[in-house]
């Protein structure tokens, strides 16, 4: 079993910055990749990024490309989601969750969500 905790989210301007963590315990996370998804309000969760966690590989969506970074800190069992030029598209509960792989989409663990919000 691992458990995820999600913390960092907030309301932020147009413009501005985030950074989004995720927590493991129960289970070292070197086995897995780790993903960030989100869902706003009435539409369906998509994937944001993911990070191998064993090779430090990364993937992202078209639409936070340049402007997402994701990293681990390996001691600390943490994801980050770094978000900068933040827009109003990106309000969403975040969450993360384990992936079997970097190409997964299916998570097998997720967290409760960190609820972002960007004013306009």
């Known amino acids: 079993q691992v458990q995820l905790v999600e913390s960092g989210g907030g309301l932020v301007q147009t413009g501005g910055s985030l950074r989004l963590s995720c927590a493991a315990s129960g289970r070292t996370l070197r086995n897995y990749a780790v993903g960030w998804f989100r869902q706003a309000t009435g539409k369906e969760r998509e994937f944001v990024a993911a990070?191998?966690?064993?090779?430090?590989?990364?993937y992202f969506a078209d639409s936070v490309k340049g402007r997402f970074t994701i990293s681990r800190d390996n001691a600390k069992n943490t994801v980050y989601l770094q978000m900068n030029s933040l827009r109003p598209e990106d309000t969403a509960v975040y969450y993360c969750?384990?992936?079997?792989?970097?190409?997964?989409?299916?998570?097998?663990?997720w967290g409760q969500g960190t609820q972002v919000t960007v004013s306009s």
């Open positions: 969750a384990t992936l079997t792989n970097l190409n997964s989409r299916r998570g097998d663990y």
């Open positions: 990070i191998s966690w064993t090779y430090g590989g990364t």
